[in-house]
DNA sequence: CTGAAAGCGCTTACAG
DNA sequence: CTGAAAGCGCTTACAG
């Protein structure tokens, strides 16, 4: 009967007396009303869905749990899409999606214009993370990497390593072109007579392992080391150690992110701390921001700025 | 119209060439099937919800991704819901999957019996990971601490180490009981002359550092100390640092679960390996296979096997 | 305030 | 093989 909807949607348009007893009853039979029906009819799941490239690893950890702490504090679902080898999966894990969630967060390699374009029904609302797409359809949020790799690297060489080499992330990565781009244009800045100095990496700590022989075998060696992410450095100071080298005497060293285990090796790592949970949390309220009016989202482009984190690594070790 | 569903579904009783044209117009116009009205229908929503205390740190990470890809490899869409404070937090956590999930993951301290029986309808599949549920109406699956912490004593006695001191994990936590029980097991068994020695933590890193310090002051040093969690044989190993012992010279250190930063920490940590990933999928396939067959799962407990990892912490380094 | 009725978009016997 | 019809369990105008 509607009475019985009415009193477990707020109650409003019936009596209390009525609603206490509909609740009740509810509550003494263990009511719950049936999620899909009500789907159905009211076009609102009450789910955001989280489409990642993997779970893999401490960046995406804290990420998840910034979005699903920000969901459950808004009473919505968090359903979750991991592990896309390709676009296709990609497509596949947005289309299965569709009618299951009221909003999509997307942080994603594979996912570009022309992916959302021919994926996406234009209805339903969007959030990218951490993307390089610039369309007007959709809310971007982004991490300020250029900012954050410019500061490290003025960073280092204020705090007098005259050379500044750079242990590059993938390719196709926009983080890690934004970083590069960040290093660069730093070095430009605060070190026009240093030469640009980058090796190539892929943000796996093997790949840092490799980067760090790779820069020992050269014949110039650079004063400090910046790696575009955390792991990598990680595998970096294992090359140095390796090689007898003392971090920060010898060679000092920074990586990007502010992953726990960053505070974990020895020396500890200074780094560029990205607000990792925050960055969830604000992606699901943009997105929730969607959801509540009607007319189409103006899309918005945000950036999370980061902050530089000393320690031992580069040799001005405070904390 | 009838065909377009049987179509869509597989195809069965349509013709290939009806099957061929439906399929052609629906990908035309990017026509999905409404998952909540399939919902509502077939009485399935080809998802698992996974109810988690926490996605903070790496062994839920860990977790949940072995999770994710079995579920995504059975067509399995994930709901997860996490950071529950309390028992009627994860209540209503509970509640609200109602109807929205096809089965349950289980992994919460706040669930026992009593909450099993008063919040989850009898007939929504359900598989417990680590609990101390022994209910005959629902299947189990642990991780075998007891055994895992007794090979890891075991293993520090015969490195020569002739005293354990032990940090346990909360009174409260089901693991954490298991694994003291191993290490009073096998000190009683394999050092029948040697004290049992256990100090208070709490699984946190922070705890660790305080037992660590506790240890230290005592007026009988231990040989060797085994952390009932890795966090806090990192924070104990911290303690040591600072205190000027060396490790495992003067003090072997050993911890439990294998994530990943015990690689990564001076010296790599010994520890106890739990395969988290493969925990998560079999968890997930068990619970799949409870939906496919119609009759009450038989209840069943199965226990995962640890194998112990010699890093350089325990002075018997191998790795 | 309350209940009868329609309808959300599917799937599945049922008849043709 | 194919389509018309009923029904899944809700919510929401609509009438009383």
Redesign the interface.
Known sequence: MASVSRAMNGGSGVTAETSERIHAAASRL?Y??????R??ITRR?N?IGALLP?????F???L??GI??AA?ARGF???????HDGAEEAAAAV??????VDGLLILSARVDAAFLRSNL?KSLPVVLINSAVNSTAHAVLNVDNFGGASAMVRHLLQAGHSSVAFIAGPKSNFDAQQRDQGYRTAMAKYAPNAPIHIVAGDFTEESGYRAGRELLAQRTRPRAVFAANDMMA?GCLTAFKEAGLRVPQDIALAGFDDI??AR???PPLTTVRIRIVELGRIALEHLVAQLDKADPAPASVQTLGCEIVVRDSCGAGTA
């Open positions: 263990q719950v009303p049936h999620a899909a029906a789907m159905l799941s789910t993997d779970l893999y690893g401490e995406f950890s804290e998840i749990r699903d702490l459950r679902h968090l359903l979750v899409s991991s592990s289309r299965s999606m569709q009618g299951r029904p990680v726990p285990v974990y090796v020895t």
